[in-house]
């Protein structure tokens, strides 16, 4: 990368919206330098671009200040990163067209290398007393295993995701619609500082620059292609975080979904997620499982084993043919469980040996204890 490009590109930033194909379209056809120049000395329009157009991009461009906009990085510990740099993720270049022209990095670790082991968790900023902990859980589980947890600095679902990560003494990545230098939200300035410090602020625009409703859609794009895959963790149906699954399976990458109660509003993005290609997922195991290395797998769900799951099938036949209250004869134990008298005679004396029954005269009863392992063991019906 020479210093003319870096500089062009650095320039692009101020003048180019994040996700712009057809101003990625130039950059792939012209190259960084001849488009900036053209744009900032006033050169002639590329073909099929309007009037209106170019005269709006060629104004932003005479502000354009790239020496400015270096300096001010540095003064806040950033740098820019742009394709071509040993420190630039090469799974960004799937964006194609719509790739960031460059990103402005705060923090000291290497992007490239964060990116390759990292997971996304995004989800509503209005969420519930059920998001919060679960997107903190999440952030911190992953963080325990190695993943780098990435989301967008926002309220809710993003800041308990980063704070889970961070209090779990691991790597996280906020990308932000705005310049690195700016905490916006302004409630997450002390986070965003504190994520800058441990890990890592990236953003396509500028020192100085501010959010808007589309380039916080558009920044969504660059935290699905950064990572291995993203985890949704509440949304609705009109959902910033939806945007992103949705990024994330058009890149080929892994997309899951952290399921609700379906009465709640916030929980039916997810959902509607999870009846098309998303993966169920309830902690960070299962995230770790789909998206890691071979291995790296989830510890096998199960309920509690009862004593009497340990049982003969023989034995647990007899066991399941005495009444729950009051006596039986053998024989009336031997019809129930399809067995013969003697049989089941012998498996009694068995079953009594283990705590199971008990001999009233020429009668059977259970336990107390097998009782309650009857009970346990119906209430998983």
């Known amino acids: 990368m020479t210093d003319d490009e870096r500089l062009a590109r650095v320039a692009l930033t101020r003048i180019i919206e994040p996700g712009d194909e057809v101003g990625g379209r130039w950059l792939r056809e012209y190259g ?24 709006g991009l060629s104004g932003r461009a005479a502000q354009a200040r790239p020496e400015r906009d270096l300096a001010e990085a540095r003064q806040v ?12 993720p090469a799974q960004l270049d799937d964006l194609a067209d719509a790739r960031p022209t460059g990103l402005w990095v705060r923090g000291r670790p290497s992007l490239r290398m964060w990116a390759l082991r990292s997971v996304a968790v995004v989800g509503a900023r209005a969420c519930t007393e059920y998001g919060a902990p679960m997107a903190a859980a999440l ?18 679902v993003d800041g308990a995701a980063h704070r889970g990560a961070l209090g779990a003494g691991g790597a996280t990545v906020a990308v932000l619609a705005c310049g690195v230098d700016q905490s916006y939200p302004r409630g997450h300035t002390e986070l965003i500082t504190r994520i800058a410090e441990q890990g890592l602020v990236v953003g ?6 501010h959010p808007t409703p589309s380039r916080f859609i558009l920044r969504n794009r660059v935290i699905a292609a950064l990572t291995r895959g993203t985890v949704v963790v509440e949304a609705a149906y009109r959902s910033g975080a939806l945007v992103t699954a949705r990024a994330a ?49 989830a510890p096998d769900r199960r309920g509690p ?27 009336e134990i031997a019809r129930g469980a399809g067995t013969t008298g003697d049989d089941a005679v012998g ?35």
């Open 32 to 55: 960084a330098v001849a488009v900036a120049r053209r744009l900032m000395e006033g050169g002639e329009p590329f073909p099929r671009v309007s009037a209106k157009r170019w005269a």
């Open 77 to 88: 510990g950033a740098r820019f990163v742009c394709p071509g740099d040993a420190e630039w």
């Open 139 to 156: 952030g911190a589980g992953l963080a325990e295993r190695g993943w780098v947890v990435v989301s967008g600095g926002a309220y809710g």
């Open 204 to 209: 396509e625009l500028p020192p100085g620059d």
């Open 249 to 297: 399976q058009r890149l080929g990458r892994f997309t899951m979904g952290v399921p609700g109660p379906v009465t709640s509003g916030l929980s039916a993005g997810v959902h509607e997620l999870l009846r098309g290609d998303a993966v169920l997922v309830s902690d960070a195991a299962e995230v770790a499982e789909l998206v890691g290395d071979m291995g790296e797998l």
């Open 305 to 331: 084993v009862l004593p009497r799951d340990l049982l003969e099938p023989g034995a647990a036949r007899v066991l399941a043919a005495l009444p729950g209250h009051g006596t039986a004869t053998p024989d």
């Open 347 to 381: 498996r009694l004396y068995e079953l009594r040996s283990l705590g199971f029954v008990e001999r009233h005269g020429d009668r059977w009863k259970l336990t107390r204890q097998a009782l309650i392992s009857v009970s346990q063991d119906r209430g998983r019906c």
